[in-house]
């Protein structure tokens, strides 16, 4: 199925607007993040529609019962709401669609990657009080409940399942082949979160070369954030090349290559060959 087709560029600039203005509030909402990069994602995500997936997760939140004990009695809550009684979960099949990294649409579907379930368990868990944070394990991203003496992790992307340490050995053994170090069981920032869920949409695009549209949008907003990886600007530009916009795509090229000139000539040089390529296909 093709995915959802972007907004119309006025709905866009507005989206655009208001996501850097987010990420760069005190405390960035996290469920307004995502649903702002659902909205750039599927131009059928309207205000309604973002406001109808705030009001599920409250909705969500409020079958919760009130303050039902320690870190794993709210483990346990979550995943007998959200992942019995409701279906949440994941599985491989849900790598290969750009909506399994889509809030509104997890919400429906009930289906997505790690990531996003696990913001779903955040978002649901916060709004009814619970000490909920997410925790990016390395290729699979978890939440974490209570303090670090305390901390019980849980895996929406497995219904909730509550893990125990060597669950989570496993995980991190499984996607990388190292041990497990405690500094992975920090809780995560909430921009890195949203970071990462415009990798995986990245990791997507990257993946299907006709979808360049979507690489695009999903390193410009990646770029709205405060903090990003400074090789972002050159896969924009190299984006921008390939799309046919060369004038700017060469423009941002030499942009980048002066900064990389710091600290390796010969790589901003080679840059600059790529700026100039792009400016030859001009003519």
Do not use: K
Request: charged share 25%; glycine share 8%; aromatic share 6%.
């Amino acid at each position: 199925m093709r995915p959802p087709y972007p907004p119309p560029p006025e709905r866009s600039a507005e989206l655009r607007r208001r996501f850097a203005e987010e990420a760069r509030s005190e405390r960035p909402d996290l469920s307004m993040l995502c649903l702002l990069v659902g909205a750039e994602a599927d131009g059928a995500l309207d205000e309604a529609g973002m406001d109808a997936a705030q009001i599920e997760l409250d909705r969500l939140a409020g079958q919760l019962p009130f303050r039902p004990g320690g870190p794993r009695s709210w483990a346990v809550v979550l995943r007998e709401l959200l992942g019995e009684r409701c279906g949440f979960r994941g599985s491989a099949a849900d790598y290969q669609r750009v909506e399994s990294s889509l809030l509104h649409q997890v919400l429906v579907r009930r289906r997505g990657l790690p990531i996003l379930l696990s913001v779903v368990w955040m978002e649901v868990a916060r709004r009814a009080g619970a000490p909920v944070y997410g925790v990016a394990l390395p290729g699979h991203f978890v939440v974490g409940f209570g303090p670090p003496d305390e901390q019980v992790l849980a895996d929406p992307f497995d219904g909730g399942r509550v893990l125990t340490g060597g669950d989570a050995e496993m995980l991190v053994a499984g996607a990388t082949g190292a041990a497990l170090h405690p500094s992975m069981l920090s809780p995560a920032d909430p921009l890195d979160v949203v970071l990462r869920i415009l990798n995986n949409v990245r990791a997507w695009a990257a993946a299907r070369p006709e979808r360049t549209d979507v690489a695009l949008w999903a390193v410009e907003l990646s770029l709205l954030l405060p903090s990003h990886p400074a090789r972002l600007r050159y896969e924009w530009a190299q984006l921008l090349v390939q799309r046919g916009d060369f004038l700017r795509g060469a423009d941002e090229l030499e942009a980048y290559a002066d900064v990389v000139a710091a600290v390796d000539e010969a790589a901003a040089e080679r840059v600059r060959r790529q700026a100039a390529a792009a400016r030859a296909m001009l003519n």
